[in-house]
């Protein structure tokens, strides 16, 4: 048998209605591999079939499976035998979360929406509802853990499925940081921007023209801008208090973009120090530097700005 498997099995089920979508999208997107209707019948042959290209070769995601009333060949207490014989016959870690709510908030849901519920297409939704609670019973038995959507929002299930099943290094928002030049247009993936021209210009410094913000030189010439420490000190602490919330909140991706005029200098300078300063605090971002390669034009960077004590 395959040694391509998934470490971990999660069969979500309960009633409809009660939120089995907003479940499988949030573990999809912390990194889970999702299927949901799938027959039981064709759950061995999936664990067999190798990952898909673009994934690792060994992939050891877990998998979670809806299961529903729905499901082809749908039968309680057959689903629960295959439970077993996949934790005790096969090694598989297999857990079942069943999703409960009150039937007067689903009748509630079915009306806003104006579905109908998939076991009365001719009835009353009630009528449904409890023909469904009588279908799961076995498998709501069965199950190890257990979520009343009754009073959560789709949010705030969201929110409790990322605290009780992101596993380490998952569901983690991707962070990057960008440098970028205002004169070539704002990079249109950036969530957070910061302009950084308010810092003294190293283009209009004949000797630190051809360097960039990697470089020593041009690093410590921004450095000595007066408002320099304290502008980096509240954009890190902004940051800081930032990113945390964007993850709780479930944001996949967020993109700081720093941008000077020609995206070679000052931008660069501090999207490195920005980078380094958020690695130290446990962040893992991906730095890119949009307009580095480009060629420095007088007619890109303005007038020179004189500024007092000496610098230009």
Request: proline share 5%; aromatic share 6%; charged share 25%.
């Amino acid at each position: 048998m395959s040694e391509r498997r998934p470490k971990q099995i999660l069969l979500v089920t309960g009633l409809s209605g009660a939120g089995k979508s907003t479940v499988l999208r949030t573990l999809e997107d912390l990194g889970w591999e999702t299927v949901d209707n799938l027959p039981l019948l064709l759950l061995h042959r999936l664990l067999d079939t190798p990952p898909g290209e673009g994934t690792d070769g060994d992939d050891a995601r877990p998998l979670a499976l809806g299961i529903g009333t729905q499901t082809r060949g749908f039968d309680a207490e057959s689903i629960v035998q295959r439970i077993k014989k996949l934790s005790e016959q096969d090694g598989h870690q297999v857990g079942t979360l069943f999703l409960e709510c009150a039937g007067a908030e689903l009748e509630r849901r079915y009306s806003e929406t104006r579905r109908r519920h998939p076991l009365a297409q001719d009835r009353p939704a009630s009528d449904g509802i409890a023909r469904e609670r009588e279908l799961l019973t076995p498998l709501r038995r069965w199950s190890n853990r257990l979520i009343d959507t009754t009073n959560f929002s789709s949010n705030e299930l969201q929110q409790q499925i990322r605290s009780t099943f992101a596993g380490e290094g998952m569901g983690e928002t991707v962070l990057t940081i960008t440098s970028f030049g205002f004169a070539r247009g704002l990079p249109r993936d950036a969530d957070l921007v910061f302009d950084m021209r308010f810092l003294r210009n190293p283009h209009w410094v004949e000797v630190l023209r051809p360097g960039t913000g990697r470089d020593v030189e041009v690093s410590d010439y921004i450095a000595e801008d007066p408002a320099y420490g304290q502008a980096m000190a509240q954009i890190e602490a902004l940051l800081l208090l930032l990113l945390p919330r964007y993850q709780a909140e479930g944001k996949a991706y967020v993109t700081a973009a720093f941008g000077c005029t020609g995206g070679r200098h000052r931008s660069v300078h501090v999207a490195e120090r920005m980078a380094r300063r958020l690695r130290e605090e446990g962040f893992s971002p991906t730095v890119t530097h949009r307009d580095l390669q480009t060629a420095p034009q007088d007619s890109l960077e303005g007038a020179p700005v004189t500024i007092s004590g000496g610098g230009v």
